[in-house]
């Protein structure tokens, strides 16, 4: 089985959208390289990670939008509001 699964990571991975996916992973891992995308890293194993588990459990708990309803959640609190800052500051979105 993991052969199968070795092969087709290969395949896809040889692909157009793969290589999309490769250049995407090298841009983020530049990103988190940065002082500012480690301090991402920082939060999100802090206090961050409470705050995406409650949105997390918000999205799950939506019957329609899960991802405005995770957005919400995740902006209604200070540390998720931080966080939401630090990836718009690391990504450059």
Do not use: C, F, W
């Not at 990836?87 to 450059?92: A, H, Q, R, S, Y």
């Amino acid at each position: 089985m993991s052969g199968e699964i070795e092969n087709t990571a290969r395949s896809m991975m040889s692909s157009p959208q793969g290589l999309k996916i490769i250049k995407g992973l090298d841009h983020y891992n530049a990103a988190m390289n940065t002082p500012a995308g480690r301090q991402l890293i920082d939060m999100i194993a802090g206090s961050g990670s409470d705050a995406l588990k409650a949105a997390a459990r918000a999205a799950q708990n939506a019957s329609r939008d899960p991802g405005r309803a995770l957005l919400q959640n995740l902006l209604s609190s200070k540390d998720g509001t931080a966080m939401a800052a630090k990836v718009i500051e690391v990504l450059g979105i």
